[in-house]
């Protein structure tokens, strides 16, 4: 994603409308024969940008608001499938069952099923002869976390001796659950989708190549100081407003 904060774009729309002012109390002296730098382009130009800033806004707010219900619901898996590994286990399941549903729960739980080498038993392993291979723990991408829950749900849909009395450990709530991190997580991927939309279309009216809002603004300084001089009070009042290129 683009980066998070925006104002540095809601500045260079807030000085274009600055600048506008400043120009209709030029009155009629400033007539450019340029159309894109003519007051009723500029205005609409001014338009334009406050219009595709407010999307980016409002897709912000979406994007923040589902992490937010994302993040709310997802704290509470790793509690739930503790609880549910643990009736498992009370059961007369198998221990290669247990043992399969706790390597899903581990990663999860973002923990490794062994301890991490250290550099002395990495070299006493390459010293004799072995390979050391460890793969990362880092599995914790809401992805890899809905992945591994399902995996673990279908496990146990397939032990006919998990029946717990409880109804937040049952198969069918268990799966209500599951759907919900899902759609709470797809909800996500859509606002990001959308911000990234607005903020694509925020960029090509503030920023595209001699028609962007900001190489607009070099061609009205270039003319304010061509009709007012580069000592006049007008182009002071012009030059001292700053526009930056944000992507």
């Known amino acids: 994603m683009a980066s998070t904060n925006e104002t540095g774009h809601a500045k260079n729309v807030a000085n274009f409308d600055d600048m506008i002012s400043y120009i209709h109390g030029y009155e009629t002296t400033y007539n450019p024969s340029k159309p894109s730098i003519k007051l009723d382009a500029l205005q609409t130009l001014s338009t334009d940008a406050k219009n595709v800033s407010d999307r980016v806004n409002s897709a912000l ?22 609880r549910a590994l643990n009736a498992l286990k009370a059961t007369s399941s198998t221990s290669q069952v247990d043992e399969s549903a706790s390597a899903f729960v581990r990663k999860i739980h973002g923990r490794r099923a062994s ?27 809401f992805d890899s976390q809905l992945d591994n829950f399902d995996k673990f749900l279908k496990l146990l849909s397939g032990v006919d001796v998990y029946t717990p009395n409880e109804d937040d450990l049952k198969i069918s709530s268990l799966t209500s659950f599951y759907n919900d991190l899902k759609a709470k997580n797809n909800t996500v991927a859509t606002a990001a989708v959308s911000l990234s939309n607005a903020r694509i279309a925020r960029n090509e009216i503030l920023y595209k190549d001699i028609t962007g809002l900001v190489d607009v603004t070099c061609d009205v300084k270039t003319y304010v100081k061509s009709v007012f001089g580069a000592t006049s009070p007008q182009f002071k009042q012009i030059s001292r407003l700053k526009f930056t290129r944000h992507q």
């Open 61 to 82: 707010g979406a994007y923040k608001n589902a992490i937010a219900a994302r993040d709310s619901v997802f704290s509470l898996l790793s509690k739930l499938v503790t």
């Open 115 to 141: 301890a991490k080498k250290t550099e002395e038993e990495k070299k006493a392993d390459a010293a004799a002869g072995k390979e050391t291979v460890q793969i990362s723990a880092s599995q914790m991408s």
